[in-house]
């Protein structure tokens, strides 16, 4: 089993998990099994419980667990399958070595950081690999080289490294070469410093990955291969994308990232064979339609809070040959000004999940443009929440409807906790979370998208659809087309007299890939242009 490790210099937000992704995808390609893993230094134990400015998406897996979202793009760029394994913080590593303790597992041994700490994120390297059975792990060490708080990880690669042997185990470091402006040049000393920083612990890197504005020259490569210890051929660039993140495998496959990995790994593997995803960045770059999406949040300006939904926009567009243009829309812009201003030039209204009042009314507003219009409107988790709200209050006149979320005195809560969540303390992993299995109504437009029966997709709420309002919403047509198996839930509604109208409980967006757009957002663009081209002809 080979391992890489990817470490981030310099700065942070470099696009490390992007680049250990878009490896994942050229070693793939190679016919190799991989897998991807995250490490992040900070103690909570999971990041469900940190705010959107803190962490941006929490990114939520099949099997429930709350994530870091650059476990997001190694699915959206490879077939792997990730789990709660994937995906290891300081706050994991502390309580289980702090279990251990209590226990008296050590024996009556001072416990420390080293060794300690340091064997408890081996073995995880290790079972990683073992329940994996991957040809290559990829190991990402969130954070900046040089924070106290990743030291035990980066000693514990080094560690690693040392008992797997040479060649087994390649050094990745992902750094930034800053363009200034004055100088008219690019600079390599940051990198230079970084560098350092890590060959102080005892790692140097086998692989440099630069990310610039522009292009190396080649005496830039050269300054970094012999100040860095890193041989030229490994000085790799990784320029700023124009178009799509998804260029970033096709450019490192250019500059020879993964002949070089396969060959410092002993990887005979034929060459990754990428036509099928030039073809997605054809679209991409060059799409025969164009639409515009409105996406109606209160962390507009945040790049990371709705991350896979963005990304599952533009697959669905990929889908439908269409390229998307993501309004994002602050739902308290439409609380003021009105949802006709704020929504004008969309053709298309998504209102993605979210906790806490802000905002919520600037989102019905929008809920009840998209219906009262005829715009194609895609509803996720509170976007489904609001749907219904909406609904509740202007089309059954149920005056005050609201979800007991928000307002827990309502007179019509169509929203409600369920009993299981009513004497839940604790908010740490504690909502109706991961792939549940949803039953689909036959002659539904669901149905149609998804062209099965069942499906299974992935939830993160506490609230529910209130049962006890079925009948006046079906009588009104507002239709259930998606329940849990038994018929309690309520997990997708879609209005009949609608061109799009669908709102789902669960969480789609984090089931789409590039090269899988997934139907609801496939079906929702193709809404979205048809309803644009209507509007032009
Ligand atoms: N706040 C809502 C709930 O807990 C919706 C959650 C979400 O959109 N992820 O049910």
Redesign the pocket.
């Known amino acids: 089993m080979k391992h890489i490790f990817v470490t981030g210099g310099v700065v942070s937000s470099l696009g490390k998990g992007l680049t250990a992704a878009s490896i994942g995808t050229l070693l793939e390609n190679r016919g190799l099994k991989v897998t991807l893993q995250k490490f992040d230094p900070y103690l909570n134990v999971d990041p469900g419980t940190m705010s959107p400015f803190q962490h941006g998406e929490v990114y939520v897996l099949d099997d429930g667990a709350e994530t870091d979202l650059d476990l997001g793009h190694y699915e959206r760029f490879t077939g792997t399958k990730l789990t709660r394994f994937n995906n290891l913080t300081s706050g994991q590593v502390y309580q289980s070595v702090l279990d251990k303790e209590r226990r008296g597992d050590y024996l009556g041994k001072t416990v420390q950081v080293i060794p300690h700490v340091t064997d408890e994120i081996q073995n995880r390297i290790r079972e990683i690999g073992d329940k994996t059975g991957a040809d290559v792990v990829i190991t990402e060490i969130g954070g900046t080289i040089g924070d106290i708080e990743g030291l035990p990880f980066v000693e514990a690669i080094r560690e690693f490294a040392l008992g797997a042997g040479r060649g087994n185990v390649l050094f990745l470091h992902v750094t930034f070469v800053p363009f200034i402006k004055a100088a008219g040049e690019l600079k390599t000393k940051p990198t230079q410093q970084g560098v350092a920083k890590l060959r102080e612990i005892g790692i140097t890197p086998d692989v440099l990955v630069c990310r610039c504005e522009k292009s190396l020259t080649k005496e830039l490569r050269q300054k970094l291969s012999l100040f860095c210890n890193v041989p030229y051929e490994a000085v790799i660039e990784e320029i700023d994308v124009e178009h799509s993140i998804y260029e970033v495998p096709l450019m490192l496959q250019r500059e020879g990232l993964d002949d070089l990995i396969c060959e410092r790994l002993g990887l005979k593997t034929k060459p990754a064979d990428m036509a099928h995803w030039r073809e997605i960045i054809r679209k991409l770059i060059t799409p025969r339609h164009r639409v515009r999406i409105g996406v109606v949040g209160k962390y507009v300006e945040l790049q990371d809070a709705y991350k896979s939904v963005y990304e599952a926009v533009i697959h669905g567009g990929v889908a439908n040959d269409c390229g998307v243009e993501i309004e994002r829309v602050d739902a308290e812009d439409i609380e003021e000004n009105g949802a006709a201003n704020a929504l004008k030039g969309c053709s298309g209204i998504l209102v993605p ?3 806490g009042e802000r905002g919520t009314e600037g989102k019905i507003l929008a809920a009840r443009f998209a219906r009262e219009n005829n715009i194609p409107y895609l509803g996720l ?2 976007g489904m ?1 609001i749907a219904t709200i909406e609904f509740a209050r202007n089309v059954l006149k149920l005056e005050g409807a609201h979800s007991a ?1 928000f307002d827990p005195g309502t007179a019509h809560p169509v929203i409600a906790l369920l009993d299981e969540q009513q004497n839940v303390t604790d908010k740490g992993g504690t ?1 109706r979370l991961g792939s549940q299995p949803c039953i689909l109504k036959p002659d539904s437009l669901v149905t149609r998208l998804y062209g099965a029966e069942e499906i299974h997709e992935r939830h ?4 529910e659809f209130n049962n006890a309002y079925r009948e006046p919403f079906e009588a009104a047509g507002m239709m259930f087309s998606g329940t849990s198996p038994d018929g309690n839930l309520v997990e997708i509604v879609e209005l009949t007299e609608h061109p799009f109208y669908v709102a789902s409980q669960f969480h789609p967006e984090f089931k789409s890939k590039p090269n899988k757009p997934h139907p609801l957002f496939s079906g929702f663009i193709a809404a979205a242009h048809a309803c644009d081209h209507a509007k032009t002809v």
Request: glycine share 16%; proline share 0%.
């Open positions: 999940g979210g906790f988790c509170l929440q979320e909502m993160r709420h506490r609230y």
